[in-house]
């Protein structure tokens, strides 16, 4: 529940009355405050402890003999992180606009495993979940530069989606065929023992990553297999092609904004000025802004 | 064999006559009406458990518990099938035409390897085919859009592949030339041990596949394939350029809608005219072609 | 030494005097005569046949059955190459430029490897290099589009050339250091047991070909080749992107040139003015502003 | 500390009245004399020798059979650097400028791993470093267009690097997360025995390396896998086509002519004005059609 400058006024505002929430608001969800940037920096810190935390706790020799060390961190962690989930629920308006929104789903998601390994051992492992909250990172920082970065990037994948689609869907279809066909050829020998194992080392072959647990010894799988490489190396071109046009048209918005903008002259009628113009490039009239769309 | 609206219209009415083929035809073809539609999701539904079926059944402990489950439900879909092809054949107005056209065929190729499993043990598996009837979810669902995007796709292909044509040549000259080196270097060692195979090695080198199972052992080989490895490293962008290039102009068509060209007018100087104008688009003068360069 | 038309009609003039040579340089340079095409075909066919007969030599089993046949057809077509190597010098006016062009020297080295097969056991591999004369085919079927293509490609390359060296310069280095720091962290264990080894594992990892004969075995060293990975997965976008641009401007030279905007002309019906444009190109009438959409 | 044209000038006139250090100072940061080029030329060949012996010193028999010689290599140019590092400090004017430049800090990295394998045996490997020296090649050979190429490319990376920012940040949560996952599907069996480990595994996987040491070995390991690297063959598209879309932006500076020409409005001085322009946008004052360029 990220706000907007006007929503947290508002959310601000209404809390006029009641100091301690109005408090606790500012510092959770503020950024502007010292206290609400100092809180957000703690926050961050400790995600990326328990984050750590929770890794090393997987490994075993680390584990035998910090064991007990990470586990405190780690409830230490989990403490607070509740704490704070339930102060969020407390401070804002609409309680169930926070804890249905994504970060309220995050929240949630990285304090659940933690109890959960009561139930289930080993459970804990989930934890490492909280790693997306990390992506607070951006919110904090303020860093709006990198957030309309992201929007340019989430724009070319959101305009290129349908692209994509067909793509993954012939992609599929492609390689359900090829294992297939590796599977008869190969005759179920040397790891091709079952069509979607086949298709799986498909997989593996046409996105060119080559494990090589699995590689054809047959002749003719040789050949099939090589086609599927060169496959795999000329269609990335597809995806590739799609994103990068995409994100083209993005970063040169602005240039094209210049070129070709839907600005009006109300003198002239002429239209494509540059959203800098102040006067009108065919009659020199001065150019109303409200004109610009 | 997909119909456009008007000889969906055409054969709809020439079947005016015989009710039940009418009555057939809507259903198979038609996608518009209720019965229609449900039709054609059976259909899809029906080809989506024959190909999990076949997959699952080429798993040997899968197929000793649940063999025989497997086998009845290829062998009902496989029946509903091979009606629903005779009925398709039956119902158009032009067989021949549909039995060739690229659906007839799949259509055909979908029932075949169940009935060719009597004579060929094994052959079921061709039977993973079917996995193209899937393709007929973009006919169903009307995916207008979805069809644009792939023929977005297919043009920028269609249009570049006399480049991809020559990038192949080459590329399979390079390989060529590449594997037999190798197999003079590692001097048929390792893997190495045919012109062939040092071939196959060169293909997986060079997509950046690298299965790993055959790797040089020699220094020089290990030289040479470093640098096959760089080639391949850096060649992919020559696809990747050509098919991004043409996307590009796919999906930049509009965008690019108003370029400059050095077009001078001799009566007021103003530059960028279109190389095909015939008149100064500010003052109106007849323009002199011999200005354009 | 391919021919421009006229350099061709100059030296077919020239043995105007001499019949037998005339002939002869019609046959085996001409492409245009049916005899010539002819010629050029089987030529083909004989290059194709080598190269496939030197290849299945390498294959010991094949070599063992087979072995007599495929040295006899290697040796016919030795023989005939070499009949046409010593025709070609003969028919042509200047025998020392065709011998140091590019074609000449591939066809002196295509017949080479048989005779030195004598000296040196095993050479005979080399005639593998004759698969390069397969590159007549583009000469024969005069596809000057292909041919076009190609050079569209090979422009873009051309241009690209010093953006691309810089990129191979700083990538040499950047394998060198990773190679070395990765000597030292694994400490000579597990295949890192040389810099150059390891440098070459370093390229094989950036290049995300990833063998797996070499993998790192301590934690600072995964981390590293993590490093390692993450960059050869980005930096990839570099010779991407520069070939990919210098590709697009290829394929965009004449888009660019005259795209249209849908701004319709009410005197002359043209459409596709530029959104400034004061009068039709066509007719030269005044243009109503309200058509532009 | 490359120097710019006048600040070699103002460096060299300031040593007007130590005739020795200006000698010096001419030799060794000057590249327009004779004797200034050949020290350049030198001294990268000694670079280049190093490297070469540091590298092969590397190599067990090698090491063996020639260490002696190689160490002598080693120590005459490590001594030669130092006395040339010496040199550098003393002739320029702000040894401190030069100290901690880029090129005076790897300048002093390349001569110290050779007197620290004193105290710390093995670390002379460090003296690989040296290879970064080579990139004086650039300096040397004047090679301005490619300096310029490579300013493209850095451009290109520098206005990209928010974009590649936030894709790396991506990345790495979902590395982050896909590698827990996989650490809980596989169960720690089969290399999956810790997250960390994991981790390493799904960047193996996701960047396409796909080294084999480590593969998923149940049902559900492998479909994720899959899902992982069908992700990675895909999102590949996003740095490629972000850099692409820079470089390209770079190279097609000229084609973007229209957007921001250096036509100037003679009475307000605002620059960028279109080429059919007639009116300053800024202050409406008429346009001289001579000042476009």
Chains 1, 2, 3, 4 share one sequence.
Not at 23 to 47: A, E, N, Q, W
Not at 167 to 180: E, M, P, Q, T, Y
Request: aromatic fraction near 12%; include cysteine.
């Amino acid at each position: 529940m990220a706000f907007t400058e006007d929503e947290y006024r508002d959310e601000e505002n209404r809390l006029e009355h009641s100091p301690v929430r109005r408090r606790l608001f500012i510092i959770i969800f503020g950024t502007s405050t010292y206290i609400g940037k100092l809180f957000d920096i703690i926050l961050l810190v400790l995600i990326g402890v328990s984050v750590l935390a929770v890794m090393l706790e997987s490994v075993s020799y680390i584990q035998a003999t910090y064991g007990a060390v990470l586990r405190i961190i780690e409830w230490v962690v989990t403490i607070f992180f509740t704490i704070e989930y339930i102060a969020r629920i407390w401070v804002v308006k609409k309680p169930a606009q926070y804890i249905f929104s994504w970060l309220g789903i995050i929240d949630l998601l990285s304090i659940l495993p933690t109890y959960l390994s009561f139930i289930f051992v080993g459970s804990q492992g989930l934890a490492i979940i909280r790693a997306l909250r990390l992506l607070r990172v951006f919110r904090i920082l303020k860093l709006m530069r990198f957030v309309s970065e992201a929007q340019v990037l989430g724009k070319a994948l959101v305009t290129s989606r349908h692209k994509i689609t067909v793509f993954f869907f012939f992609l599929l279809i492609l390689v359900f065929i090829l294992g297939s066909i590796m599977y008869l050829v190969e005759g179920g020998k040397g790891g091709f023992n079952s069509i979607p194992l086949s298709i799986y080392w498909a997989i593996v072959t046409l996105t060119t990553v080559g494990f090589g647990d699995i590689t054809p010894t047959t002749v003719l799988g040789q050949m099939i297999a090589s086609v599927i490489m060169l496959l795999g190396y000329s269609i990335i071109a597809i995806p590739t092609g799609i994103v990068g046009a995409e994100i083209y048209k993005g970063v040169s918005g602005k240039q094209a904004a210049n070129v070709n903008t839907n600005r009006l002259c109300t003198s002239c009628g002429v239209e494509g000025h540059r959203y800098d113009a102040e006067y009108c490039r065919n009659c020199g009239a001065k150019l109303n802004h409200s004109e610009s769309k």
